[in-house]
T-cell receptor, first 113, second 112 residues
């Protein structure tokens, strides 16, 4: 069974640009969550989608947005990039029950210059 | 505001000994707790979990203990092996959140 796939794995952007990250969940999983990992803050919840609906959103500015498609694939977008957005962005999928047993991808490493 | 805290950034243990990783939380609404392990350049992987209605859960070499009154949980690894060297994240979930609150992690090094 294929795991969670995130693309791209690494990318470099400059301040003010925007970026779109993609996540393909494990087959059969309908929930996709996104987390930001930085050295100082650990893993912080961005948002969670289930069957194309956002069920929860973390405390991030509106520059961070996401969506989920009918095939459960998800994308997140960050507009007007800032230096502080440099981080590892992790996608996780699950069946959707609220037990927290998430399956994570390897992440997309974003560097903002 | 960090609702899940792992106060030890790092821990070093000899192979064969017990590793004890600690975690504290502040939100009394949390009712499900998990531990994740993360190797460099990989995503976190689920290790073990415990519901708030229990005080102990065991899975092989890994045991998680929950003390609700103290809002404290711990992960015991016995015996520790060099392959256990990784960053361990404590996480907590409430039944209405669909979101995990993570601690900042504890880096465990198991030396031969």
């Amino acid at each position: 069974k294929a795991g969670v796939t995130q693309t791209p794995r690494y990318l470099i952007k400059t301040r003010g640009q925007q970026v779109t990250l993609s996540c393909s969940p494990i087959s059969g999983h309908r929930s996709v969550s996104w987390y930001q990992q930085t050295p100082g803050q650990g893993l912080q919840f961005l948002f969670e989608y289930f069957s194309e609906t956002q069920r929860n959103k973390g405390n991030f500015p509106g520059r961070f947005s996401g969506r989920q498609f009918s095939n459960s694939r998800s994308e997140m977008n960050v507009s007007t990039l800032e230096l502080g957005d440099s981080a590892l962005y992790l996608c996780a999928s699950s069946l959707g029950e609220n037990t927290g047993e998430l399956f994570f991808g390897e992440g997309s490493r974003l560097t903002v210059l | 505001d960090q609702q899940v805290k792992q106060n030890s950034p790092s821990l070093s243990v000899q192979e064969g000994r017990i590793s004890i990783l600690n975690c504290d939380y502040t939100n009394s609404m949390f009712d499900y707790f998990l531990w994740y392990k993360k190797y460099p350049a990989e995503g976190p992987t689920f290790l073990i979990s415990i519901s708030s209605i229990k005080d102990k859960n065991e899975d092989g070499r890994f045991t998680v203990f929950l003390n609700k009154s103290a809002k404290h949980l711990s992960l015991h690894i016995v015996p520790s092996q060099p392959g256990d060297s990784a960053v361990y994240f404590c996480a907590a979930n409430s039944n209405s959140g669909y979101a995990l609150n993570f601690g900042k992690g504890t880096s465990l090094l198991v030396t031969p």
